[in-house]
């Protein structure tokens, strides 16, 4: 455990070296995109963060899991916001965003976080799956990030973000399947950003309805922001289960937004806004839950224990009175023993119940 914490703190220190010079805000930065010539390839040319350490996102798959008991539920404060203080719904030109009230908390990470900031992650039409996590190499069919900064230790977000313990964002994996309400409290007024630059209210509502279903499932691990500058300053909480919307409400993210101002001679469509997953070398991924398929003989159930007992008996009872029966055979051939080579088989087919 020491060796561990010492090995964190020689990564964080690295890491803070590594920042410190090489982070003045690059000039006319937002250029970046996800495909062709400032494609994902070429960030790290002008933010050399997203080179190096700790990069978001990553598959979550059994092998880099593992169990930890002391990982809580987190407790989210502030999150049933009325309607009358109304929320900001930004296009930036790379996603749709909701600026979130400072008062907007999440507890059970060890620092305050205040809430920064919701955005979201997703495909396109024909090929919807836009997830930036990934769980045992699968995409989900979209993602929402929310974004907290570190509101013990920094006064605001855009501070937080590049020092050390700044951010956590929590990510909700979303799926295909029936209608979800909420989340068209954020997708009816997309035709109203349909630009780069674009910004309009939208009446406030409660920030924990977008949240999966038993949020105290998750995967913890420390990362990175998943777009330039890609700093390494994220603590991760990726929920277990997914929340599902309907295809329609999919099919509105996947179709209504432009990475494009209004008057681009040249419009792009706003599709498969996501991050390919990155490379997880001697990390670990801490989950607050149980995995269910543990290999045989670990972690069984009384259920399970009690059926392999009961069946191993009865196994036995067949072999017992299988056995006595040919012994009764043999005994009863040998009295008979003029008849000869008619019983051979038998005996036999008695080593063979015992093999
Ligand atoms: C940034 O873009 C503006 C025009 O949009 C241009 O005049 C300026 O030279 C650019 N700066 C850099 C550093 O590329
Ligand atoms: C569990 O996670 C905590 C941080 O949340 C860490 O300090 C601790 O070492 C982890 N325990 C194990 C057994 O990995
Ligand atoms: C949120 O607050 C409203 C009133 O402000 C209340 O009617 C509603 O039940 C609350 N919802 C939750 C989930 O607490
Ligand atoms: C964070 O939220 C708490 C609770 O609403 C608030 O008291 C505090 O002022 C906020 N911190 C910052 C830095 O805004
Ligand atoms: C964030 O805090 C820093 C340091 O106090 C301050 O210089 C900066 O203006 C603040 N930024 C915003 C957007 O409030």
Redesign the pocket.
């Known amino acids: 455990m020491p060796l561990r914490s010492l090995h964190a703190a020689a990564v964080l220190l690295l890491v803070v070296l590594k920042e410190q010079p090489s982070s003045p805000a690059p000039l006319n930065g937002s250029k970046w995109t996800y495909i062709g010539p400032d494609g994902e390839k070429s960030w790290s040319k002008t933010y050399p963060s997203c080179g190096g350490l700790l990069q978001s996102p990553i598959d979550l798959h059994d092998d880099i899991l593992r169990y930890n008991a002391s990982l809580r539920p987190l407790a989210f404060q502030g999150y049933n916001q009325s309607a009358s203080p109304q929320f900001v719904l930004t296009n930036n030109g790379h996603s749709v965003k909701v600026k979130l009230p400072k008062d907007m908390q999440v507890r059970g990470l060890g620092a305050r976080y205040n809430a920064s900031q919701l955005h979201l992650h997703w495909g396109d039409k024909n090929d919807p799956h836009g997830s930036e996590h990934t769980v045992g190499g699968e995409h989900f069919a979209a993602e929402l990030h929310i974004v907290y900064y570190n509101s013990d230790r920094?006064?605001?977000d855009?501070?937080a973000k590049d020092k050390p313990e700044g951010l956590a964002v929590v990510a909700v994996l979303i799926e295909v399947g029936s209608s979800n309400p909420a989340y068209d409290k954020i997708f009816d007024h997309l035709k109203d950003v349909k630009y780069k630059g674009q910004e309009v209210f939208i009446p406030g509502f409660s920030i924990e309805e977008l949240l999966p279903e038993r949020p105290e499932e998750y995967y913890r691990y420390r990362g990175s922001l998943t777009t330039p500058p890609c700093y390494p300053t994220v603590l991760w909480t990726v929920f277990r289960n997914p929340v599902q919307i309907s295809q329609e409400q999919l099919m509105k993210l996947e179709t209504d937004l432009y990475c494009t101002h209004m008057d681009d001679p040249s419009p792009r469509e706003m599709v498969n806004n996501f991050r390919r997953v990155q490379k997880f070398d001697e990390r670990l991924v801490y989950v607050s839950f149980q995995q269910v398929p543990d290999p045989p003989c670990t972690g069984l159930s009384p259920g399970i224990v009690l059926s392999v007992a009961l069946a191993c008996g009865l196994g036995i009872c067949i072999v017992l009175a299988v056995s006595i029966w040919l012994l009764r055979r043999r005994k009863s051939s040998k009295k008979g023993a003029n008849k000869g080579v008619i019983y051979k088989p038998a005996i036999k087919q008695e080593t063979e119940a015992h093999a």
Do not use: L
């Open positions: 920094y006064p605001n855009s501070f």
